[in-house]
């Protein structure tokens, strides 16, 4: 009797030691991802503050400049600006939008404006020897979509239902929401798209790719030519990297879009 007694309590406290070898474990591993936790908040939070600080610092610098022509690089991207914040390495870099087809340009577009966007989707799928929409086609619905007393049938009669944008673009990759696109076509046509304010769309002739040069050679330039930059910042921490994209209205000095993502195509 005694004996079984014995080992009652032994299997007991057993148990018991098992329970607190778990429970200490638990409390161990919670209170790492606990430490982990806060440590990718810390570092997001600290890579936030720095990509912001060096957004100001490009926006100090592009105020002092008068145009493309002033940048110390003479191509529409430019070369990998690194440099290093209380031991967090960043790289910046900025493209120059005049190399790229503003989408808003297409609001209310007259027919030499949609004839030129058209011309330029038909030579990226030609080039590219992708399958895009024609390039007509394509127009006329992106003048749609962004029409607010537009109500196509098309969008809400789609699986799943959506609606057309009804106002402008404010990420070139809203173009994937337009009838007719596909991830193939947008892929291709990406590196010469941009979305910003207003329904200008200057196109630079000396620095943008030759596909852009040649579509749009001859187009006439308006006089007040609007001048948007897209800076991209990337903060290392180890392994990790975070990402902030920002356009800016580079004359005025002005944020007008930030994600706190890596940039388009």
């Given at each position: ?22 429970a ?6 919670r209170?790492?991802a ?14 936030r ?19 493309p ?21 960043l ?24 004839g ?26 992106v003048?749609?979509w ?32 337009v009838?007719?696109?596909?991830a ?19 196109i ?5 790719p ?56």
């Amino acid at each position: 009797m005694r004996q079984t007694q014995r080992g009652v309590a032994l299997v007991t406290a057993l148990l018991v030691v098992a329970l607190a070898v778990v429970a200490a474990t638990a409390m161990a591993l919670r209170g790492q991802a606990d430490i982990r936790r806060t440590s990718a908040v810390f570092e997001r939070d600290l890579a936030r503050q720095i990509a912001l600080g060096a957004e100001k610092m490009v926006l100090q610098y592009l105020e002092r400049v008068d145009g493309p022509d002033d940048l110390l690089w003479d191509t529409c991207r430019s070369p990998v600006l690194p440099f290093q914040v209380d031991q967090v390495r960043l790289q910046a870099t900025l493209d120059n939008m005049q190399c790229r087809y503003n989408l808003n340009a297409l609001a209310g577009a007259d027919e030499a404006e949609l004839g030129y966007f058209a011309r330029l989707v038909d030579r990226v799928g030609q080039d590219a020897g992708v399958s895009t929409p024609p390039g007509a086609q394509l127009a006329m619905a992106v003048n749609d979509w962004m029409n607010a007393e537009t109500d196509d049938p098309i969008y809400r009669l789609a699986d799943p239902p959506r609606a057309s944008g009804n106002r402008a673009f404010l990420l070139a990759s809203e173009l994937n929401s337009v009838t007719g696109m596909t991830a193939e076509a947008w892929q291709a046509m990406a590196p010469y798209l941009a979305a910003y304010p207003g329904t200008a769309s200057p196109i630079d002739l000396v620095r943008s790719p030759e596909l852009l040069q040649e579509v749009f050679s001859g187009r006439p330039v308006p006089d007040q030519a609007p001048w948007y930059v897209r800076l991209e910042v990337v903060a290392e921490f180890g392994q990790r990297r975070f990402y902030q994209c920002s356009l800016l209205d580079a004359p005025n000095g002005r944020v007008v879009l930030r994600e706190q993502t890596a940039c388009e195509p």
